[in-house]
Each structure stands twice: as C-alpha cells, then as structure tokens.
C-alpha cells in the first residue's frame, strides 16, 4: 500500500495568517493527490483534486500543489470556518488511501 | 444536485454481516463509479472498495475477504455487505461518488455518513 504521511497533525493559526499543510506519499503518485475538508460530525468535503485543480465552489483562498511524493494545501488567509481537519487521498494505486490527517484549530 | 444517504442497521452483533445501502439522487448510478470509506470513532479515513457502472469491483486488500459492494440500478442504490464483523469494524460509514475519472479519480460528493457498532 501507499502510505501517506501528513505533517503537522495538528496546528493553530490566527484568522488571515496563511497556514500551509504538508503530504507526502511513500512513493511515486504523480499528480493523483487530493484534499478534502471535515468538520466534526460532517461528512468529508472534497476541495481539491489533481494535487492543484480547485473543485468548483471552493473558495479561492485554498490551493494545492505539488507532484511525484509531495504535496502542500496551502489557505491564503485563514477564515473562521476553515476549522477543520484536513485529509489528503491517492488515487494512483489501488488501496486508495488517506493522510492521518490535519487538525487546524483557530487561535 | 448530487445527494447520497446511507441506510442499515445502526448495531450489529459480532461475527454477524453489515449491509448498507446508499440511495443516490441528482445521478444516474450506471453512469459513474460508487465507493464505501469508513472512519473509526476518533480515527481517520479508509477507502474499503468501488462499484463501477459496468459492475466491476476492487477492494480494499486488507477487507477483500469479507466484504462485496452490489449496485441495484432499478433503485439507483448501491450496496455494502460485510461479513464475520468484530468490534474492529465499528466506524461511520461514508459512501461516495467515484473515482472520478474526470476529476482524476477523486471522490467528489458524499453521504453524510452512518455510525455502525459492532457489539453484542
């Protein structure tokens, strides 16, 4: 299986700080990298997929890079709503499988 | 607008079978991929396998000896069986559309997920 390691685990940061979270595969993925958003109790919320490709609706503030083993979801200025946890997904080979995750609390 | 919602039995005996059935609406289920992901209490995600619209399956290695996913077009529901369940397998159950393969086979709407514990 691909693993997927996410760094921090946890963070906090104040409203319109920019906050940068790091995901990095065991092996080659490509661009076969994405990110979702879950709040507690909530389902998952798909953000971003192809490492950098912005699902529609999204705000802006949000974008995705990298490719090969690793990858960063960075938010540009930081929103009270953006608490969250923040998993990111290969698709590249079967399992799929996710980050531990990313808990980014508000200060 | 693509809604999904989890259905089944909210407590399962051990060595017993898990079946969930996702209802789909706002999609056609023959016209995509369908999967199941479970998240243990406090835990993070696992993808447990999909369903395509031709009827093609891949699993998860780790549950591929107990588990099927079904689609029943007629209803537009796709299904989840999982046999000989142990505590291990108490989470919340998502299912989801895809892999996608024109958002690089990402998993882009979900349920809104159902908690399933395993105890006697």
């Known amino acids: 299986d691909i693993q997927m390691t996410q760094s921090p685990s946890s963070l906090s940061a104040s409203v319109g700080d920019r906050v940068t979270i790091t995901c990095r595969a065991s092996?080659?993925?490509?661009?076969?990298l994405h990110w979702y958003q879950q709040k507690p109790g909530k389902a998952p919320k798909f953000l971003i997929y192809?490492?950098?490709s912005l699902q529609k609706g999204v705000p802006s503030r949000f974008s995705g890079s990298g490719s090969g083993t690793d990858f960063t979801l960075t938010i540009s200025s930081l929103q009270p709503e953006d608490s969250a946890t923040y998993y990111c997904q290969q698709s590249y080979m079967i399992p799929y499988t996710f980050g531990q995750g990313t808990k980014l609390e508000l200060k | 607008q693509v809604q999904l919602q989890e259905s089944g039995p909210g407590l399962v005996k051990p060595s017993e079978t898990l079946y969930l059935t996702c209802s789909v609406s706002?999609?056609?289920?023959?016209?995509?991929?369908w999967s199941w992901i479970r998240q243990p209490p406090g835990k993070g995600l696992e993808w447990i396998g999909y369903i395509s619209y031709s009827g093609r399956t891949d699993y998860s290695p780790s549950l591929n000896s107990r588990v099927t996913i079904s689609v029943d077009t007629s209803k537009n529901q796709f299904s989840l069986r999982l046999i000989s369940v142990t505590a291990a397998d108490t989470a919340v159950y998502y299912c989801?559309?895809?892999?996608?393969?024109?958002?690089?086979?990402?998993?882009?709407?979900w349920g809104q997920g159902t908690l399933v514990s395993v105890s006697s």
């Open positions: 092996q080659n993925i490509n661009t076969y």
């Open positions: 192809a490492a950098s």
């Open positions: 706002g999609a056609s289920i023959s016209s995509y991929y």
């Open positions: 989801a559309r895809g892999p996608m393969a024109t958002l690089s086979s990402s998993l882009d709407c």
